[in-house]
């Protein structure tokens, strides 16, 4: 089993649209969760952190925790074309590193 | 504030060179780590670096290899380069400690391609 599994993509949304993404993890020991978005070419970068249950809001970004159902999600609201990357669901393991999902493509269309 | 910074950004060696990547990690900031990246496997965690010191290590081949400095700045070493080696590199940073709230950011990478 893997660590961190996300929902295979890719997604396409229309501008304006919501995108949901999904990821669940196996460790239930783990305590800390973030959401890094990747464009083609470049370097992951944070966009979100969650380590409680319940949601979190960050501008148009909501990130979402459930512990008991070991499962994290990030809605990104008004989609935009910049919103177009892949998104890389990690999960902090033993304090030392991030288990990383495959990634999810999300394509918006204007 | 700087962020994580990684040198060289890109490089090109020859099957059965080695190679040194070198990274210094964001101001105030103890731990480091490495990470691959490639299409077929994605992000896979290399090593982790606190105070020079190795606390834990990824599922790779003993031909990658690693440091940390008194300074903080870390380097990680390929030896034996095969062309399976070839990926982006990323170094992250964090301020390490058992709270949840320690966040690892990335730099921006180095892009090893081997011929």
């Known amino acids: 089993q893997k660590e961190v599994e996300q929902n295979s993509g890719p997604l396409s949304v229309p501008e304006g649209a919501i995108a949901s993404l999904n990821c669940t993890y196996s460790d239930r020991g783990s305590q800390s969760f973030f959401w890094y978005r990747q464009y083609s070419g470049k370097s992951p970068e944070l966009i979100m952190s969650i380590y409680s249950n319940g949601d979190k809001e960050d501008g148009r970004f909501t990130a979402q925790l459930n512990k008991a159902s070991q499962y994290v999600s990030l809605l990104i609201r008004d989609s935009q074309p910049s919103d177009s990357a892949t998104y890389l669901c990690?999960?902090?393991?033993?304090?030392?590193?991030?288990?990383f999902g495959a990634g999810t493509t999300v394509t918006v269309r204007a | 504030k700087a962020g994580v910074t990684q040198t060289p950004r890109y490089l090109i060696k020859t099957r059965g060179q080695q190679v040194t990547l070198s990274c210094s990690p964001i101001?105030?900031?103890?731990?480091v780590s490495w990470y691959q990246q490639t299409p077929g496997q994605g992000l896979q965690f290399l090593f982790e670096?606190?105070?020079?010191?190795?606390?834990n290590k990824g599922n790779f081949p003993g031909r990658f290899s690693g440091r940390q400095f008194s300074n903080s700045r870390s380097e990680m070493n390929v030896s034996t380069l095969e062309l399976g080696d070839s990926a982006l590199y990323l170094c992250a940073s964090s301020s390490s400690g058992p709270t949840p709230g320690n966040t690892i950011y990335f730099g921006e990478g180095s892009w090893l391609t081997v011929v």
């Open positions: 990690a999960v902090k393991i033993n304090d030392y590193k991030l288990s």
């Open positions: 670096y606190f105070s020079e010191t190795q606390r």
């Open positions: 101001s105030g900031h103890r731990s």
